[in-house]
């Protein structure tokens, strides 16, 4: 996501440089000058949209192999979703049926080692390894539909439908549309799918015809495109991070759900919740997440912990407390009814960065 959000940010940069750039340049006597003045808005609408796909395209399949080589570190082969176990059966015969070792996203795959890889997940082998290249692999570029088939696939089922409820693409939509209060029922299917295949034809059109290409984007469509892009990532990153922090923390020794009680908050902004006292040692600074399995998570830390109208550094098992516990978080409590709050003992350095407070944005 970090590399996502770099990527997006110098395309930003490059859509702030044009209208600047093309100002201070047009009234240049070289004619060389001004012959790039009159063709420098062609190319760079065109090296906007092969880099702002290029950028998702790459996010989306580095996210599905960074999901999928955890769950193949918790699960036994056999235990994978069957959508995987048979895309990765069917996409490594094809593979080596066509010799497309060394090409494209094949390069540095040896027949030997592609073998070698699946004979071992299908003989029950631990540890194993999967041909990660055939599980990302994709005949189409990354419409919506496509997106849903490839984290499909590995167990995550329509993900671009409940991105549709997740909160960075609601926001993302209510400043594109300037809306004071968000959709009810978040934002229409239709509005991912018409906006990631125009983003393609857009890519399409550039990487396969060249020449002059029509309705070129101005800079606030350029802006907006990449604002789309983020928040759609965004939201699929936390869909993805939500299912990570319930199947590989469900049963863990250090999981702490904390029970808000009835009637009694969340307060300031939903950031503060009243819990019952827990059973186990809180701190400030703790890992606490929250997962809605229609819209994701939000995780980040515990910001302040207040017993009896006073600030505490931390809660130990045995301290003398009330019932309520006032716990500060650095995100907004969901208002969803089935969402639980759930505090780690130790960090989980996959999702909580040791050098920053906050690991996610509130929306």
Request: with cysteine; glycine share 8%.
């Amino acid at each position: 996501m970090d590399e996502l959000i770099t990527e997006l940010a110098e395309l930003k940069a490059l859509v702030a440089s044009i209208d600047p750039v093309n100002a201070a340049l047009v009234g240049h006597k070289d004619t060389v000058v001004q012959q790039y003045v009159s063709i420098r808005r062609r190319f760079d609408y065109g090296a906007f949209v092969v880099a702002l796909y290029a950028s998702f395209e790459k996010f989306v399949e580095n996210l599905v192999t960074a999901y999928v080589r955890l769950e193949a570190g918790r699960l036994d082969y056999a235990a994978l979703p069957k959508k995987l176990t048979d895309k990765h059966l069917a996409g490594t015969a094809e593979l080596l049926w066509r010799g497309r070792r060394g090409y494209s996203r094949y390069v540095g795959l040896s027949e030997l080692g592609v073998v070698k890889n699946l004979f071992e997940c299908l003989s029950g082998a631990r540890p194993y390894e999967l041909n990660e290249a055939v599980v990302i692999a994709h005949d189409a570029n990354l419409r919506a539909g496509e997106v849903d088939a490839l984290f499909g696939a590995v167990g995550i089922e329509q993900i671009c439908d409940r991105a549709c409820r997740a909160d960075a693409i609601v926001a993302w939509y209510c400043t594109a549309q300037g809306l004071d209060t968000p959709p009810q029922d978040g934002v229409k299917r239709t509005v991912i799918d018409e906006r990631l295949k125009d983003i393609v034809e857009r890519r399409n059109q550039v990487a396969h015809r060249g020449g002059n290409p029509m309705n070129l984007l101005g800079g606030a469509d350029m802006s907006e495109a990449v604002a789309f892009i983020e928040s759609l990532a965004t939201s699929i990153f936390g869909l993805v991070v939500g299912r990570y922090l319930e199947t590989h923390h469900a049963a863990s020794s250090g999981r702490i759900e904390l029970a808000l009680r009835d009637g009694d908050g969340p307060f300031r902004g939903r950031t503060v919740v009243v819990v019952d006292k827990p059973a186990q040692r809180l701190f400030v600074g703790q890992p606490v997440f929250v997962v809605v399995e229609s819209t994701g998570a939000r995780w980040g830390r515990i910001q302040s912990l207040r017993v009896d109208d006073a600030d505490v550094p931390e809660l130990a098992v045995n301290a003398n407390a009330p019932t309520g516990v006032g716990v500060g978080l650095d995100f907004k409590f969901p208002k969803s009814a089935d969402a639980k709050l759930v505090a780690l003992a130790a960090d989980d350095d996959l999702v909580w960065s040791p050098l920053t407070v906050a690991a996610a944005p509130a929306a």
